[in-house]
């Protein structure tokens, strides 16, 4: 039976995790996934999270079945979270969201009902992008494409690119958005680009669907979710997949959401039915843990103030280490300018490193990073800044 199957690549992020646990190297520093690390090092486990966990080990309950769209405390959070809870959108019941295993189960959900919907569609992700976006689109039996978004020559947004490519997609191509810190660039366009690639949107029938992995690693929860009112205002119907991963430090417990929005109360209901299919014939429905904590901070005052206070501690930390490896780079004798990264925004920093310099930095300085010389900023720290800065000045 699987004599002729053949040996699949490895994910090219995960896999560098595999290389660097093997590196012996004691001044080795992980700088390839995108995970959040304290200044000592450490996954943090956020108090928020500790807090709601302790109450619910007070009061234990049984796991039953959650319904298949999830923890109706959850959905409505998020829904808060991603909209507003006094918008207009979510207050006529337009939206639809239904709990997810992470932000990639959100895309994979929209992915699955969109070939439904549209089985002829393309789909468009950014130049560079995530890759597992081409990955999970393409195995729900999309075409995808790309759109121009990353220079490298001037080291910023070919946003006239981007606009031209997005012009010229057909009608009804999905088009794959970051809704804030872009991964890998760490590029976001602006709130008046964004205006205008909202124009092209409704304009040519383009169905966006924005992955908002790292909401309130930008600039504030707010600020990076006003993207999405500002499609919503547009009129458009669009698709919004959240995860909780980063921004609850809950990576393993694989808490995300896809939300859709509709034109009216009855057709969000008609959606959320297809949803429901979607989530039934592939896990049937979500798991309890990572959800009810999740809803628990959201939907209390106190805990949520906590949380918001505990990202945005995480956010200023990985601004100060921008700023830091600026610095660094040039005490370490680095002479061309290397303030990009502190116009960089979220957990990833594109260098401009080649890759036969990533190469050297793993294998000469246990600093590990991808080969398109992407860096986890999230990662450095006041320990291992210096060596990181060093290590980089030599290569370059
Ligand atoms: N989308 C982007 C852009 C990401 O960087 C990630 C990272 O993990 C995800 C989606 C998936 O998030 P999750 O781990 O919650 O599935
Ligand atoms: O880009 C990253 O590093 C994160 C983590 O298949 C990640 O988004 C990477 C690869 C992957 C799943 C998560």
Redesign the pocket.
């Known amino acids: 039976l699987f004599t002729a199957v053949e040996m699949a690549p490895r ?1 090219p ?2 896999g560098l995790n595999d290389q660097f646990a093997a590196d012996t190297n004691p001044s080795k520093v992980n700088l390839g ?3 959040y690390f304290d200044d000592n090092g450490k996954l943090p486990l956020l108090q928020c999270v500790q807090a709601a966990e302790k109450a619910m080990m007070d009061k234990p309950t049984p796991r039953g079945y959650l319904p298949i769209d999830g923890i109706a405390a959850y959905d409505n959070g998020v829904k808060a979270l991603v909209f507003g809870a006094d918008s207009d959108v979510v207050k006529s019941g337009r939206v639809s969201t239904v709990q997810a295993i992470g932000g ?1 189960g959100g895309l994979k959900i929209g992915a699955d009902f969109l070939k439904k919907l549209n089985p002829n569609a393309k789909v468009m992700i950014s130049n560079p992008s ?1 890759e ?1 976006h081409r990955a999970i689109f393409q195995n729900a039996g999309f075409e995808v494409v790309n759109y121009a978004y990353y220079d490298a020559a001037t080291r910023s947004i070919d946003f006239a690119g981007m606009l031209a490519d997005l012009n010229a997609a057909p009608a009804g191509t999905v088009v794959v958005l970051h809704a804030c810190c872009h ?2 660039t760490g590029y976001d366009i602006t709130a008046a680009q964004w205006d205008q690639v909202i124009e092209v949107v409704k304009a040519k029938n383009l169905v966006a669907f924005l992955d908002m ?1 790292y909401q309130g690693f930008g600039h504030g929860i707010a600020e990076d979710g006003a993207v999405i009112g500002k499609f919503v205002a547009a009129g458009l119907n669009i698709f919004v997949s959240t995860s909780f991963s980063k921004s609850f430090s809950l990576y393993g417990e694989r808490v995300g959401a896809l939300s859709v929005v509709a034109n009216d109360k009855e057709e969000a209901a008609r959606v959320l039915s297809q949803l429901k299919i979607v989530i039934r014939t592939n896990y049937s429905n979500p798991p309890t843990h990572g959800g009810a904590v999740v809803a628990a901070v959201l939907n209390n005052p106190e805990l949520r103030a906590q949380w918001e206070a505990e990202l945005g501690e995480m956010r200023v930390r990985i601004k100060a280490m921008r700023q830091k490896l600026v610095d660094g780079l040039k005490a370490a004798g680095v002479t061309q300018d290397m303030s990009f990264i502190t116009t960089q925004i979220g957990m990833f920093s594109y260098s401009g490193l080649s890759k036969e310099q990533m190469i050297r930095l793993r294998s000469e300085f246990g600093v590990y990073g991808t080969d398109t010389g992407r860096m ?1 900023v999230a990662a450095l720290n006041s320990k291992n800044i210096e060596h990181v800065c060093k290590s980089i000045a030599a290569v370059i």
């Open positions: 994910d992020i995960l996934v995108g995970v990639t995530w597992n991964n890998p992995a986890c």
